[in-house]
């Protein structure tokens, strides 16, 4: 079922936004899982090229009933740990790794080992993530002579969606049209749902295209989204969406969409730089190709007094930035609020502020940060420091539960 969204208009009532002035915020308690040690070996991760520069190839992590998979592009490798840090499984390019010491290498009919590791000629892979079958899908880039440039997007078809079984024996690779499918644009972000269907958001130039497959690997939904036919306000704005969720029950997609406006100068009638004023999360029913009805405003981020020089002037406070969707249906959303201080908002799916807290993460230190959420809401992160990279995770799955029990 293929929709498109470049000929959609939406009528939206003037937003309403909340102003108040806030309680004092309770911290959410962190805890450090484990640390890795940078470095080539099968338990250590990557992040620098030779030289001492970041490199620009992505790690990502994704956590599955209390497993972390950590996939490190600058080694070409993925790692499964337990929750304490030991690690179970390695699937990983042997020319660009060393030969595995703790684990066992066994082949496709050999998968009694607990402590294993499985090889496969990976290129420069990305996002990754684990369905209820422990089948591990994995972006990576297909060999130049099978990339494809697409003339109406201007961009270079190159990614792939690899699916192996929870022993690293290669099942299929997804493509546009699905198993076995043309490579996709650059891609955005892959997520897993309850049911095991897979959703690839890609992004060029001009739009953004979400694929949305069965378990199975066959084409469910494609959709398109433009700058020029996103929803507006009743008011002149300039719209800028920010980031797209699959729905973990439903065929829906949840959008996250900032609005600016220009600023003018009542003295000289200049305009000022565009400025944010309002943020919406809005959501797609992908089986109707139609918007639900609601919106939901997100509270505004509101605006602070600096000083420079003798001058008092008003700044906007950072957004709050959407971080993830739990199975219970809160939004987690994220915002800066100072120096390694960050404040979390929970959202019900009606709109209705459930939970704030705040975090303390000191990324000031950091060279390097992955953040993500949990089906059932823990948020988790790696956090790359000058001599060692660490996972952690905030307890917030037991906010969301506590809501819907009281």
Known sequence: ??????????????????????????????????????????????????????????????????????????????????????LIFLLYNPERNPEPVSLIVKGDQETNATRKAARYPFNNIGSLVVDSQKRIYIEDEVPAERQVKDKELDVLLSRLIYRFDRHGKFIDFIGQEGVGGTPFCYIESIQITEADELVVVCRSTAKWLIFWFSSDGNLLYEVEIDQEHLPLPNEKAIPSLSKILAD?????????????????????????????????????????????????????????????????????????ELIGLNNLGFYYLLRREGNNLFQLLLLTKSGKIAVRRRLLMEDSDLYFKALNLSASGIIYTLLGEEQDVKVIWWRSDRLAKREVND
């Open 1 to 86: 079922m293929r929709i498109s969204f470049l000929i959609l208009t939406l009528a939206i009532s003037t937003l309403v936004f909340f102003s108040c002035s806030e309680p004092v915020i309770q911290e959410l308690s962190r805890e450090e899982l484990f640390t890795l040690k940078l470095g080539k070996m099968e338990d250590q991760i990557d992040l620098f090229l030779y030289g001492g520069n970041l490199s620009n190839r992505k790690t990502s992590i994704f956590m599955r009933d209390g497993l972390f998979y950590i996939a490190n592009g600058n080694s070409s490798k993925v790692m499964e740990f337990s929750s304490y840090g030991d």
């Open 248 to 320: 973990r029950k439903d065929p829906v997609l949840h959008l996250m969409l900032y609005y600016y406006r220009e600023k003018i100068d009542e003295a000289t009638k200049a305009k000022s730089t565009v400025r944010n004023f309002a943020a919406c999360i809005y959501r797609l029913n992908l089986q109707t190709g139609r918007y639900e009805e609601g919106y939901i405003a997100v509270p505004h981020n509101g605006e602070r007094i600096e000083r420079i020089g003798s001058r008092e002037i008003s700044v906007d406070n950072p957004s709050y």
